[in-house]
């Protein structure tokens, strides 16, 4: 199984509400990310989790908060959006953080977000 | 400091045609690794290839092909007799083995294949 599922797979929001993206993935990988896409964009990275523990936060701001209850989920806490954050954000998993190592990320299908 | 340049912002070939991505990379670091994933218009990144900087070999897997070639910092990527199924945006990254979570990827290559 080499599957990153996301749900949900869209997502109308307005600026005052609190939502949240899920991710999960059964590969047994240690480090899970977090991206934002706008179109016709590469993807940002937001936040890398290794081993359950938040290794990167690229300045995200704290309107977004990442959350791994395990090694399977991801979850990121969506709370007073702007619409400029209206984007695709996806969840990517890798085998694992060993630095002798690197490996390639596995992305999900992505949640699109549009904040109104 | 770690770029990718994608100079190709968009190709449109016809089908069965071979086409060529390139990608150019910049990096001070001598153990770095380079991908490319696809991505189609249902939005999931696929993952294509992972080369590492000491491997030049070039690679090739059915219809596709890389070339990798350290001496003008580039990693293309080939695709023989494209099919309209291969219409996507295609990227490519670097990584580099002590800041290995972080990619830094191209800006992409959108790629139309009409029948």
């Known amino acids: 199984d080499t599957e990153v599922t996301q749900t949900p797979k869209h997502l109308v929001m307005g600026m005052t509400n609190k939502k949240s993206l899920k991710c999960e993935q059964h590969?047994?990988?240690?480090?899970m990310y977090w991206y934002k896409q706008k179109a016709k964009k590469p993807p940002e990275l937001m936040f890398v989790?290794?081993?359950?523990?938040?290794?990167i936060n690229e300045s995200v701001p704290s309107r977004f908060s990442p959350e791994c209850p395990n090694s399977s989920l991801l979850n990121l806490h969506l709370h007073a959006l702007q619409p400029e954050d209206s984007a695709l954000y996806l969840c990517?998993?890798?085998?694992?953080?060993?630095?002798?190592?690197?490996?390639?990320?596995?992305f999900g299908p992505g949640t699109r977000l549009t904040v109104t | 400091a770690q770029k990718v340049t994608q100079a190709q912002t968009e190709i449109s070939v016809v089908e069965k045609e071979d086409v060529t991505l390139d990608c150019v990379y910049e990096?001070?670091?001598?153990?770095?690794?380079l991908f490319w994933y696809k991505q189609p218009p249902s939005g999931e990144l696929v993952f294509l290839i992972r080369?590492?900087?000491?491997?030049?070999q070039n690679e090739i897997s059915g219809r596709y092909s890389w070339n990798f070639q350290k001496s003008t910092s580039s990693f293309n990527f080939t695709i023989t007799a494209s099919q309209v199924v291969d219409s996507a945006v295609y990227f490519c990254?670097?990584?580099?083995?002590?800041?290995?979570?972080?990619?830094?990827f191209g800006s992409g290559t959108k790629l139309n294949v009409k029948p």
């Open positions: 989790y290794s081993y359950e523990k938040l290794s």
């Open positions: 990096t001070r670091d001598t153990t770095y690794y």
């Open positions: 590969m047994g990988h240690r480090a």
């Open positions: 080369r590492n900087s000491f491997d030049e």
């Open positions: 990254a670097l990584s580099h083995l002590y800041n290995f979570n972080k990619f830094y």
């Open positions: 990517a998993s890798s085998p694992g953080t060993a630095r002798q190592q690197l490996y390639e990320q596995y």
